[in-house]
């Protein structure tokens, strides 16, 4: 192996492939990628605050696991990032 490839760490298939491709195969035009996304967890808001098909939760409550939910990614992928300078680095 050559010294270059020792120091950065291996990609997963999933970080190497191009997003256009995954949305290709799965069928999914890119440009409207996103909206179904936004689509989807709209009704599934809807569905929460609602009650349908599970019991009501307030809205108060769904914003709150929004917010906790975001504030968590953003902290993992800080972890993340770190985890990977430091490996790049050894």
């Not at 409207?32 to 605050?49: E, F, R, S």
């Amino acid at each position: 192996m050559d010294e270059k490839s020792n120091k950065t760490a291996p990609k997963s298939d999933l970080e190497k492939t191009d997003l256009k491709q995954v949305l290709t195969k799965l069928k999914v035009d890119p440009k409207t990628g996103l909206p179904l996304v936004i689509q989807h967890n709209c009704k599934q808001l809807c569905a929460c605050y609602f009650g349908w098909l599970v019991p009501r939760i307030l809205l108060w409550m769904i914003c709150e696991v929004w917010i906790y939910n975001i504030a968590w990614m953003f902290v993992l992928n800080i972890i993340r990032i770190l985890i990977e300078k430091a490996q790049a680095k050894k």
